[in-house]
């Protein structure tokens, strides 16, 4: 690293992470951190971002990095019907990146700490030729109230959380790079799904006291994630095309650059919603808990089949075979 020591990073890293937190009994700083381990199971996660892999430094601002760095992972925590707790944050550090771009980037480590009641207790940065952001996460859940991909039965309904495909249309845009898109109200709405992402974890563990048989969260769309929980649970699944909730904003987006909302929506990453498989009794409460206590809307958007495969179920009631990359229009 130029222009700062690897000391002066460490100092103002501990200046933006450090300060008293719940269960931290020593943070960054030391050779390594002191935590409480909480009175549930634990549940641990990792994810990596590489730049020109998994992000263009050019088109994110770091503060958006940094949030989104430590959201992928509370995602998976969340995905689980848990809780984060502490975060560890190692940093690949090019030469020519910037003290003043790495403040920013655990400025936005340090908000998103705030945003999901956790802390980052340590972590390590080395030279690298490129930037690579490596987070792990730790969180907690009551034994008997974790959700696997692995349990979903037949019968069960598939739910979604929130509105799909706006990140994948962000990323679209973004490389579209059309100025007054860009600046749109709906281009913003894109752009900001993508760089600005959340978990929705108090979601996630109201789907688990819901009853939830599965559940994930949807990083690489709707329609890969859906076949990742029909493999673990050995069933199948039918997806009715019209309930699916494609984002507003995609609809004045896809009129623009001719895109189909409804493809983006099912083959689209990164959105962070959660899959759920919810027994049909079950579906109407956990709808109202949602909407109560997070206005988070949650749509059934079809039915676990014991046949394995996956279908897509048009408005006539049609069934075609629902690809991992979504729905292919020009099949039709
Ligand atoms: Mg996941």
Known sequence: MTGFTEDELVQAVRTILGGAAPGVLLGPGDDAALVEPGAHVGVLTADLLIEGVHFERASI???????????????????????????LVSLGVPPDVELSWLVEL????????????????????????????????????????????????PGDRVVVTGALGAAAGGVRLAREGDR????????????AAADRPS?????????????????IDISDGLARDLGRVCAES????????????????????????????LQLALGGGEDYELLACLPPERV???????????????TDVGAVRASPGMVAVAADGSERPLEPSGWDHFAA
């Open 180 to 191: 007054a898109a860009l600046t749109s109200d709906w281009g913003r709405a894109l752009i």
């Open 284 to 298: 109407e409460d956990a709808r109202a808990a949602l909407r109560e206590r997070f206005d988070t809307a949650l």
């Open 106 to 153: 655990f400025g936005g480590i340090r908000d998103a700490a705030q945003d999901y009641g956790m802390s980052v207790v340590g972590g390590d940065t080395s030279r690298a030729e490129c930037i690579v952001v490596s987070v792990a996460v730790t969180g907690e859940v009551a034994a008997a109230g974790a959700v696997t991909r692995a349990g979903a039965r």
């Open 234 to 261: 050995h069933v199948g699944a039918a997806v009715r095309l019209a309930d699916v909730p494609v984002a507003e904003a995609l609809r004045p987006f896809g009129a623009a650059f001719g895109v189909e909302p």
């Open 61 to 87: 601002a770091a503060r958006d990095l940094g949030h989104k760095s430590l959201t992928v992972n509370v995602s998976d925590v969340a995905a689980m019907g848990g809780s984060p707790r502490y975060g």
């Open 199 to 215: 978990a929705r974890v108090g979601e996630g563990q109201t789907l688990a006291g819901a009853g939830a048989s599965a559940m």
